[in-house]
């Protein structure tokens, strides 16, 4: 069986002041051992937190695909693993927005930060315009098949689906668009990696709350959530953690996993 994962993104937010919401929210999820959990947070805060935790993991929100160059600005995964990270993001919406990311350059990412040890949640998600034109699965489908990195296996690797109109809108799918969508996800990487497709956790992002959480996390395949302006604050974040550990219970009954 698959654990649930709850991950939080902070994107471009945080101070060393905000370490003391990761040293609280790390302090509150020793009492959730079903449950794993990172936060992924700004580079520049990689290295103090992962001073300060002891139970909840500590990633990155990007990486570059190449392992050392002539990349000014950009961190190689050698490097945010030197920092303390042990996963990082990526493929957000975000990022292949306003950065112009393709789904190769995404899948050189996954595969650079798998080299260097560190798991990998790859991002994907249809825009308004192809979920009005019917379009949501076709796009999802295709950006898994072209952002999968060589050799995927859960072991590393979980997928994250966030339509993108959902990110920081209040808005999210209905329960029924998001399960045919984590089965659609599903089935695509029974498709692609077979047997391995089992071990490969999907998670949903897009304004995940403390009041949709429970209804998301009992959607079939749903098996954990990204998280962004909820995962700021530990007041926002652990009853997320409590509600998902608490789902874990339930999970023999709703889950889909072929
Ligand atoms: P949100 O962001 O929870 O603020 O909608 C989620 C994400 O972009 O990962």
Redesign the pocket.
């Known amino acids: 069986m698959r654990r649930r994962l709850i991950v939080g ?1 902070w ?1 471009m937010h945080g101070h060393g002041d905000q370490l003391r919401q990761v040293e609280a929210i790390d302090a509150a999820f020793a009492d959730f051992p079903s449950l794993d959990a990172a936060l992924c947070l700004p580079a520049t805060l990689i290295h103090s937190a992962t001073q300060q935790v002891r139970t909840i993991r500590v990633g990155a929100q990007d990486v570059h695909h190449a392992d050392f160059g002539p990349h000014t600005g950009n961190l190689s995964a050698a490097m945010l693993r030197e920092a303390g990270a042990t996963l990082t ?1 990526v493929g ?3 990022r292949r927005i306003d950065q112009h990311e393709t789904d190769a350059e995404v899948k050189a990412k996954a595969e650079a930060a798998h080299r260097q040890g560190l798991d990998v949640i790859v ?1 994907v998600g249809e825009t308004l315009e192809r979920r009005e034109a019917g379009e949501a699965e076709a796009c999802v489908v295709t950006q898994l098949a072209a952002s999968l990195p060589a050799g995927a296996s859960g072991a590393w690797l979980s997928i ?1 689906y ?1 339509p993108v109109w ?4 209040g808005r999210i799918p209905t329960l029924d668009e998001v399960s045919r969508m984590h089965v659609a996800i599903r089935s695509e990487l029974w498709r692609l990696i077979e047997e391995a497709a089992a071990g490969v956790r999907i998670l949903y ?5 403390q009041d949709n959480a429970a209804a998301l996390l009992c959607c079939p395949n749903v098996d954990g959530a ?6 700021l604050a530990a007041e926002t974040f652990v009853p997320i953690l409590a509600i998902a550990s608490a789902a874990t219970g339930n999970r023999a009954a709703t889950i889909v996993t072929e």
Do not use: Y
């Open positions: 993104n994107k993001i957000h919406s975000e991002c994250a966030e959902a990110i920081g809108t992002g897009g304004s995940v709350n990204l998280v962004g302006g909820a995962s």
